[in-house]
DNA sequence: GCGGACAAGATCGTATACAATCGTGTCTGC
DNA sequence: GCAGACACGATTGTATACGATCTTGTCCGC
């Protein structure tokens, strides 16, 4: 299952598509330097295009630029990600009960697949595909809630989540694992809006709990502050 | 009252702001376009720049890109105009009521000021700069709040409801003027966050019921719909 | 007179070249 | 041995030139 979207290949949305893959994949960790002529020469592209990207992404807050030095991976800091997760709690459950008084056979289906991917990849050893996979889950529900410009906010958002997660997942606590996706799936094949937003907002209050926000000061915010701690 | 954000002058931030800001005011409608070379030699920039600035407002919807054509100011549907207060009404009351929560007194002096600026702006015949103030009172609550995310998000809704103002406007109903930024600084200073999170609840009701979504259907998608209409 | 093909102009898309800036290593004077 | 200044290398910032694509005006055949 891989999203349907195609660019032209050399485009920098499609770059930009690529460089947010890797990212969300956690092949790419937050922190890691995004070069403009090595990002290029690996895509065979002028820094024109990179640039562009670049810029994209920036504007969505998963890399962060610097002037004169460059492109970063972003590290979000605790309190971006607890503003991350608040957002959240304010948008999905809303959207959550739209999407299962709209969800058709077709979607209910569709969902279905998605979820069982998501275990595949879980148990096939790749942790950072099915990490992707349960973000997108988010993603369609806002889909089939008919309603892109919170969707536009909320692929956004699971996308710095997926940057927390790298940076304050508490431990490998199988919480990909905790069957929420699976109870909303059920909620949503029985139009059950009173549920599905219940159910989100306690799947988001349970993402959050499985972080440490307290003990994983992001990596370093000048780096200064980063040694001032002893 | 001018914000107090500046930049370097020539740079690609700047050339956005005062792009955003003529979008804010009204003074380019809806449909403009926005020619690379023709904006690039009003700022005296290359059209590097410009292509940056406009792929910026690009990306909030302020305004469209053709491949191919060009930039134009965004024409919002009906319906980018439902979701877009759906979305506010998600996000913004329970910002305020959050506001109402942390102002200090001199947040409300400021927001005081601010009204006044809204009211002189209206009375000097400035209506396109009272309806800027109008959409950054909106901001400054999340600033208030604390909530930097939602505050990006909110600002662009704000940007782009200024554009749905300009489109579905029913008519020149003094909307401004109904006093309801005035009850929601009564509610922060009285740190009545019940009370804020119910006004502001209900102006965007009052702002969304002043708009006509129906028979205005935006200046035309495609151009082949707009005309086949009779 | 009308429709389609063709060509010219305009505009955007991309690559490359040059300038500015920053980080870092080195060298000198103390 | 150390602090400061200097200079070099690397990387990004910006401008410009060239190519691709679309729009539009014109011409020819019907």
Redesign the interface.
Known sequence: MDDGVQFSEGSSEAIAHRLALAIHEHRLPPGAKLSEDEVGEIFGVSRTIVR?AL??LG?DRLVTLKRNRGAFVSQPTPR?AR??F??RA??EP?TARSAAQRATPKDIALLTRHIEAEHSALHAGEPGKALRLSGQFHIELARIAD????RD?IIQ?VARSSLIIALFWRRRQALCESGAHDALLRALAAHDGDSAEELMKGHLLDLVSSLDLRNAPAPAYTLSEALAQR
Request: net charge negative.
């Open positions: 562009a810029q994209r504007h971006e503003e991350v608040e957002a304010l948008l809303r309603q892109d410009t919170i906010f958002l």
